[in-house]
């Protein structure tokens, strides 16, 4: 999460109490696929939090690294599987689960290019007006690859939510979009940490859904 290592520890906390909650109040194995973001989200921030640190405490420098792809390991490689995963298990219309499923693929081919990234190009993190930079060393497929990669990337995390014929879906749909829209707009140059600070809001809905009876009846009813 983007301003310091205190607000990245402090929400990996707090969003990770309430996906412990959330993950142990799912009543069905399909449910558990969703019900574990929150808490694997709070493991993304605890990397990032790290990160920060590596800036101003020596003991944490030699770590910088390994925190660093953690934390884009999650935010890259982890997001774009899983997320269309989630709403897959969860779909009830076979014909919307078809394309669920070609989701995944969508997300499998970004999560692969972006491994490739992590082994190969080494990201180091620089701190830019409160914002963490993580950048990579460019090669000569960079330029090539690097829009195909954001566009499967969003569409494997975005367009699960529009595809889902559950009702409450629709909350997380528009919510996840317009914080991307946000992100992009506003902090480009530091997306990952940017998107994943809106992305906490994200884990709140889901854990407000799965942990009330009613919530539960209207997420898990069809249009």
């Known amino acids: 999460m983007c301003f310091s290592a205190t607000a990245s520890f402090t929400a990996s906390v707090v969003i990770g109490l309430a996906g412990i909650a959330t993950f142990a109040s799912c009543k069905s194995p399909k449910e558990r696929f969703l019900g574990a973001v929150p808490f694997l989200f709070a493991l993304q921030q605890v990397s990032e939090g790290f990160v920060w640190l590596s800036f101003t405490h020596s003991a944490y420098q030699h770590l910088q690294h390994l925190f660093s792809v953690c934390f884009l390991f999650f935010a890259w490689v982890v997001w774009p599987v899983l997320i269309p995963l989630a709403f897959y298990k969860l779909e ?28 190969v190009k080494y990201p180091v993190p620089n ?93 898990l009813a069809t249009k």
Request: with cysteine; net charge positive.
């Open 92 to 119: 009830p219309d076979p014909r919307r689960k078809v394309w669920c499923r070609r989701l995944i693929f969508v997300g499998i081919a970004s999560a692969t290019y972006a491994s490739f990234n992590l082994i």
């Open 127 to 219: 701190i830019a007006t409160f914002h963490i930079i993580y950048k990579l060393t460019k090669s000569h497929y960079h330029d090539v690859f690097f829009f195909p990669h954001q566009t499967a990337y969003v569409i494997s995390t975005v367009l699960p939510m529009f595809v889902s014929s559950l009702k409450g879906v629709k909350i997380l749909a528009f919510s996840n979009f317009i914080s991307l829209i946000i992100a992009f707009y506003l902090f480009q140059f530091a997306l990952p940490s940017t998107w994943c600070f809106f992305a906490a809001f994200l884990s709140a809905i889901i854990y407000y859904i799965l942990n009330h009876k009613q919530n539960r009846a209207y997420f």
